[in-house]
């Protein structure tokens, strides 16, 4: 304890020096130079040959705009030229390709990511994975399943279903996102807290380098010591070392019982009182624990489309804090006795003011669009999101949301000016997504935030990014949360790699 208290304290760096420690930090390549003019057409009719022609390359603004977009509504760039390679030898080629003529890229994925990493920040070359997307094989025996990197997330589970395997992954943007960008951005998402990282269930990956190589480090072996573990560089590198073109996971065999509970809980001491509890009761079935402030259940409620209606699953005892639990496993009966004997005792201590159970069905699918439809809710209000995906100890968990919602009140934000500060997110791992809305776009709100938040997270020893990762949103902060000497570290990785700084330039590391 002492020694923790002690590490977050080394690591905050003091208003006064923040600047020189930020300049001390480690930078990535210069990237190539932009300049509108270097997508010449001689270029764009290489890259169309290497990628297939016409039907793989996209130059006209209607297709380029969803390119150049991201999710959020955040960020936007201009790039003239898209690329959706048909295998990953393509990739590699139009890579190397794009190295040696100076030309910059970007990987992109299902582009639901949240921190601007997937968007071209200038002109970049767009090189897209979507058409990698083929299941290639699945074993049934070890549950090893070999896919492209342009699968979508949801397909490659109902692929493993069949198998009564799934992904060992989940989250809402299952729909659109692809397992080369959940690779690549290290997703952690609503079972994290059962599965784990995938930098524990990739067991191999095939990257196209910048220079061209294919490099192929597609183990399917559960255990393989040989020498270092590179595949582990990219998992988490956002496309700034390689673009993953192929992916080797270890499913999880799918449970046949799948329950949960909505809680309504009165303070947030209560709350944490409740995932211990969760912990002791529920063991090896526990699958996710989810926390849902009152704020967010609103936003859910109150902006919801005509054609889905959810409901408060606990209108008679309103509460400030929820936490939706879910145990899953294979014996219905034991997993039921189970969970009720955690509501009982959650009751008995005072903890539960309230709760209701799902098993399975429309019922089951209800409480999760609640906990999943957030996000998308929140974007619907009206100006982009600031959003703050971050890692706090749980002793002082919330206390980011009040100590926002008070800075920001005492300013004149408050829920009367439109602008509402929620939290919720993957408490069992200590993840809270720290979300603020306002009507419309003011640019005092953020000089508010930032470096205020990020600030708070490192005093406390958080990481300032717990799962969605830097992209172009955090790079320049990364020192918040890594020693110099970890980011030159991996500058000095990146140079190896990728010394022209071709791939995904701006992006997870300060920029010279
Ligand atoms: P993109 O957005 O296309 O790209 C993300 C990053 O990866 C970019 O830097 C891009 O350059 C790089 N990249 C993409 N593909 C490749 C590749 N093949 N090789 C190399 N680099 C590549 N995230 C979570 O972690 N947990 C959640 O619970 C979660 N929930 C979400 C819910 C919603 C509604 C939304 C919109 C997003 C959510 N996200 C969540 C964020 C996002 O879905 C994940 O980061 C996801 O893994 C991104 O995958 P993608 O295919 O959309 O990647
Ligand atoms: C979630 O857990 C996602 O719902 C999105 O990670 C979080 O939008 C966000 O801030
Ligand atoms: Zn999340």
């Known amino acids: ?71 959020t509504g955040r960020y936007r760039g201009s790039s003239q030229l898209a690329l959706r390679p048909p295998t ?8 190397k390709y794009c190295t040696q003529h100076g030309l910059a890229v970007v990987p992109q994925g299902g582009n639901t990511g949240l921190v601007g990493g997937g968007v071209p920040v200038y002109d970049e070359v767009v090189i897209s994975t979507a058409a990698l997307n083929a299941v290639e094989s699945v074993d049934a025996d070890s549950g090893c399943v070999v896919a492209g990197a342009g699968v979508v997330l949801q397909a490659l589970d109902e692929e493993l279903a069949k198998h009564n395997l799934m992904v060992p992954l989940d989250l809402g943007a299952k729909g659109s996102c692809h397992i080369g960008g959940n690779v690549s951005t290290n997703a952690g998402g609503l079972r994290y807290l059962r599965y784990g990282s995938l930098h524990g269930s990739v067991l191999g990956l095939e990257v196209a380098l910048a220079d061209g190589t294919l490099l192929d ?64 009761h529920l063991g090896e079935t526990l699958s996710a624990f989810e926390f849902v402030d009152r704020a967010s259940l609103d936003v859910v409620l109150e902006g919801q489309h005509a054609s889905m209606r959810l409901h408060d699953p606990l209108p008679d005892n309103p509460t400030p804090f929820h936490a939706l639990v879910e145990v899953s496993g294979s014996n219905e009966a034991h997993d039921t006795e189970k969970l009720e004997h955690f509501l009982e005792a959650a009751s008995e201590e005072g903890i539960a003011v309230d709760g209701t159970v799902a098993s399975g069905g429309r019922q089951l699918a209800e409480l999760w669009a609640i906990r999943e439809g957030i996000s998308e ?58 979300n603020i809305s ?21 005093s406390r020893g958080g990481s300032i990014s717990a799962e969605h990762g830097l992209g172009q949103m955090k790079a ?3 020192g918040y949360s890594k020693h110099p000497e970890a980011v030159r570290l991996m500058a000095q990785i990146k140079d190896v790699l990728d010394p022209s700084g071709t791939l995904n330039p701006y992006k997870v590391l300060p920029s010279s």
């Open 88 to 95: 990953p030898r393509a990739v590699a080629d139009a890579l």
């Open 476 to 478: 320049s902060a990364i």
């Open 217 to 280: 480090l597609l183990s399917t072996c559960r255990k393989d010591n040989t020498g270092y573990d590179l595949k582990q560089l990219f998992i988490g590198a956002e496309g700034t070392l390689g673009i993953v073109t192929r992916v080797a996971l270890q499913a999880a065999p799918r449970p046949s019982s799948v329950q949960a509970a909505w809680i309504g809980i009165q303070t947030f001491e209560d709350v944490r009182r409740a995932l211990r509890l969760a912990r002791r």
């Open 438 to 458: 306002s009507l419309e776009v003011d640019d005092r709100i953020g000089n508010l935030i930032e470096p205020w938040v990020y600030e708070w997270v490192s």
């Open 1 to 71: 304890m002492a020694a923790a208290a002690l590490l977050s304290v080394a690591r905050q760096p003091s208003r006064t020096a923040l600047f020189a420690f930020t300049r001390s930090l480690g930078t990535a390549p210069t990237p190539p130079r932009h300049s509108f003019d270097k997508i010449s057409a001689q270029h764009i009719s290489a890259l169309k040959q290497i990628v297939g022609g016409d039907a793989n390359c996209f130059t006209d603004a209607t297709s380029l705009a969803a390119y150049n977009a991201d999710w």
């Open 377 to 434: 809710a929140l974007a619907r209000r009206g100006a982009p999101v600031y959003k703050y995906d971050v890692s706090i100890p749980l002793s002082c968990w919330y206390d980011i949301v009040t100590d926002m919602r008070a800075r920001l009140s005492e300013a004149g934000y408050n829920d009367s000016s439109g602008v509402r500060v929620v939290g919720y997110g993957h408490m069992g791992d200590a993840n809270m997504h720290l």
